[in-house]
Nanobody, 126 residues
Framework: LVELVESGGGSVQAGESLRLSCVAS???????MGWFRQGQGVEREGVAV???????KYAESVKGRFTITQDNAKNTVYLQMNSLKPEDTAMYFC?????????????????????RGRGTQVTVSS
């Protein structure tokens, strides 16, 4: 049974940085790996996806501030988050998806991923 485990969340001040990590218990064969977030009282938001060995897409709200990378040797995906804002406060989840062309829909709010983790909380105060 594949397990995705996120880490790296925490409480920071606006303008600071965090790096999230997502380790997969085994190779999933995913075409897409990425992150989505769920804030309190707001719709789920796809944040970033990495696919085709290194291509990336980002939500408009995080472009220029967040960077997604992968380390295949470690079955790990990272999300470097800089210049954090209070509106970035949310539970952040890692997800893998096996579908072809998954990058087309990965950031959609209601996309159903093949695998997802349990999340790590990010809190940004002003």
């Amino acid at each position: 049974l594949v397990e995705l485990v996120e880490s790296g969340g925490g409480s920071v001040q606006a303008g600071e940085s965090l790096r999230l990590s997502c380790v997969a218990s085994e190779e999933t064969g995913a075409n897409c790996m990425g992150w989505f977030r769920q804030g309190q009282g707001v719709e789920r938001e796809g944040v970033a996806v990495i696919y085709n060995g290194g291509s990336t897409k980002y939500a408009e709200s995080v472009k220029g501030r967040f960077t997604i990378t992968q380390d295949n040797a470690k079955n790990t995906v990272y999300l470097q988050m800089n210049s954090l804002k209070p509106e970035d406060t949310a539970m952040y989840f890692c997800a893998h998806d096996l579908a072809s062309m998954c990058e087309t829909w990965f950031l959609a709010a209601k996309y159903e991923y093949n695998y997802r983790g349990r999340g790590t909380q990010v809190t940004v105060s002003s």
